[in-house]
């Protein structure tokens, strides 16, 4: 099965740029999703097939998709940002969802 | 406004059954897949089941298989999961969320807030 690998922890402080890897064997060749958790919430969708914001995202937040690693970039961080971030994509081998382990970002 | 909110959980001994039920609205429930995840304490997000728009198509993460159905009512715009022979390992936050599906690919736009389901003696 296809595995997703992503950093448990990132920090930044407040107003500079997080970047949230989340690597895989030839990633780019797949379409990456990615979800914000925050303490005690539902996931929330906030970039779906590489680099789509959902109606609502902030524009601070933005992916990319390239070679063996997909990010996702959040530019300008602020305090509510703070949250569990997970990547996922359709494993093709298996034919099933597949989650990264998921990566808190702390704001300093 | 898309919503869906989950129901059914709670404390079941292990070996037991329980079955969760998820009320959508504010979307056309029949015209999108549907889908379960769960979030064990402290964990990451898992995959557990999802089911076709008119129900003809099922699928299940292996550790789940053959314990657990997933069912849907279109006419009531409610979605179900049907859990039996509980393990320990089966305690989680489960989520009900919209699939979007397509060619290989799939993705999940919105979420309820969950049901915890505890196995424990």
């Known amino acids: 099965s296809y595995v997703l690998t992503q950093p448990p922890s990132v920090s930044v402080a407040p107003g500079k740029t997080a970047r949230i890897t989340c690597g895989g064997n030839?990633?780019?060749?797949?379409?990456v999703h990615w979800y914000q958790q925050k303490s005690g919430q539902a996931p929330l969708l906030v970039i779906s097939y590489d680099t789509d914001r959902p109606s609502g995202i902030p524009e601070r937040f933005s992916g990319s998709n390239s070679g063996n690693t997909a990010t996702l970039t959040i530019s300008s961080v602020e305090a509510g940002d703070e949250a569990d971030y997970y990547c996922q994509v359709w494993d093709s081998t298996d034919d099933h969802v597949v989650f990264g382990g998921g990566t808190k970002l702390t704001v300093l | 406004e898309v919503q869906m909110v989950e129901s059914g959980g709670g404390l079941v001994q292990p070996g037991g059954s329980m079955r969760l039920s998820c009320a959508a609205s504010g979307f056309t429930f029949s015209s999108y897949w549907m889908s379960w995840v769960r979030q064990a304490p402290g964990k990451g997000l898992e995959w557990v089941a999802s089911?076709?728009?008119?129900?003809?198509?099922?699928d299940y993460v292996a550790s789940v298989k053959g314990r657990f159905t997933i069912s849907r009512d279109n006419a009531k715009n409610s979605l179900s999961l049907q859990m039996s022979s509980l393990r320990a390992e089966d305690t989680a936050v489960y989520y009900c969320a919209r699939d979007r599906r397509g060619s290989r690919v799939a993705h999940f736009d919105y979420w309820g807030q969950g049901t915890l389901v505890t196995v424990s003696s």
């Open positions: 089911i076709k728009e008119d129900g003809s198509e099922t």
């Open positions: 030839n990633i780019e060749n797949k379409i």
